[in-house]
């Protein structure tokens, strides 16, 4: 008997299965063709928030965990996934160098935040506002790093099939999947927890971003840029520049409207010719409150769900998984502003909700 089987397999069933197999527990993922949002992330790990120029909630313990983690792996797994390059932030007004000069003095962010603003010009890049630097910041490789998990996984820990609802049998405290039995099932399934018959009563909401792949001479490869968008190295002279941020649209087609927003923030920046070689779309699976969603189901205890993760799915991942198994194996209380527990009501009386 498997201790779980997981559905999904992007940042959150990678961690899920990460943390599992650090305790020696045997699993099964199961998991479809499609890519979802971990493979189309730009996989920048960051836990300020430039917005505010403030600490994400939790930030430095995520950060800590995620640093932990992504050591681990790469040791045990000899390979090499993550990255860590400054994220050079460039102002669009100059009243933000105060906002900037005080954030970089405060407890927290002075580990992230360098102080020092620069001014000199850069060629080929518009940079009429200065910049300044992010430090002990970088970037995942999230495909070779799913792929680099996947290939050590044998047969019987890996499916790569869509998950069929419908077989899924309770018998005596344990669930049974086409022949295998499980203690537990922890589905990781990102934006498409909308078709989950036990789970989609939860205001997952999605967020739509798109991305292009580019290619361009001046751009460095050893650095993270944010203006406005992202724009993070691939390879050579590749990069990937994004997203936007669309609540409506709930399809992961890319759009005219969103590559001539991409395009417009590119062009106001890049003052060099570069060459548009791809344009993708993902869903980033974001929730009402945004904060994760984790947590068993009101009535099927063996069913659990890890998912979420929103924008941060890299930074988050590491720490996350760890609460997840103690919550599942050693029955350790989750934190209440992230246990599926708050959406209750959402449960109990579903259509009055708007989500
Ligand atoms: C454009 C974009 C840019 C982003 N940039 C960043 C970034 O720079 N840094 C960062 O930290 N985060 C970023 N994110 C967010 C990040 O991608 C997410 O937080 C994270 O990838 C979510 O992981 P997940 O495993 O929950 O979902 P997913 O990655 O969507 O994985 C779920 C997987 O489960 C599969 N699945 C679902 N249901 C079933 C089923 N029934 N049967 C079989 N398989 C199933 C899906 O096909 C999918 O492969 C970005 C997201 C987008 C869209």
Not at 6 to 15: E, R
Not at 125 to 139: M, P, R
Not at 331 to 349: C, G, H, M, V, W
């Amino acid at each position: 008997m498997k201790d779980a089987i997981i559905v999904g397999f992007g940042l959150a069933g990678f961690h899920c299965a990460l943390e599992l197999q650090k305790h020696k527990k045997d699993f099964l993922i199961i998991t479809n063709e499609r890519e979802g949002a971990s493979k189309n992330a730009g996989g920048v790990f960051n836990p300020t928030v430039l917005k505010r120029y403030t600490m994400s909630w939790r930030g430095e313990e995520f950060f800590d965990q995620a640093i932990s983690t992504y050591s681990f792996f790469e040791e045990k797994y000899n390979i090499n996934v993550f990255q860590k390059i400054p994220i050079i932030y460039y102002f669009n007004q100059l009243s933000n160098h105060n906002d900037w000069t005080v954030a970089s003095n405060r407890k927290g962010l002075d580990r992230f935040l360098s102080p020092l603003i620069n001014t000199d010009a850069n060629k080929g890049i518009n940079d009429n506002f200065g910049y300044a630097k992010l430090q002990n910041v970088g970037k995942l490789d999230i495909s070779k790093t799913l792929e680099g998990f996947k290939k050590k996984l044998d047969s019987n820990s890996f499916s790569q099939k869509e998950f069929d609802y419908g077989e899924l049998k309770f018998i005596n405290n344990k669930i049974e999947y086409k022949n295998v039995k499980a203690r537990y099932i922890v589905f990781c399934e990102g934006f498409q927890l909308k078709r989950n018959p036990w789970f989609s009563y939860l205001p997952l909401e999605g967020s739509k971003g798109e991305f292009l792949h580019i290619r361009s001479k001046v751009l460095s490869q050893k650095k993270i840029i944010k203006a406005g968008l992202f724009i993070v190295p691939i390879e050579k002279d590749l990069f990937w520049v994004g997203a936007n941020f669309d609540r409506k649209d709930k399809t992961s087609k890319p759009t005219k409207s969103g590559k001539d927003w991409i395009l417009v923030k590119l062009k106001s920046f890049l003052d060099s010719p570069f060459e548009v070689v791809d344009h993708k779309a993902a869903i980033r699976p974001t929730v009402k409150d945004r904060r994760p969603l984790l947590g068993a189901h009101p009535k099927q205890k063996n069913l659990y769900i890890f998912n979420g993760l929103g924008s941060r799915g890299v930074l988050m991942g590491p720490l996350l998984a760890k609460w997840m198994y103690k919550f599942v194996f050693e029955k350790k209380k989750l934190y209440p502003e992230l246990a599926i527990d708050r959406f209750e009501t959402y449960f109990s009386n579903p259509k009055n909700i708007d989500v």
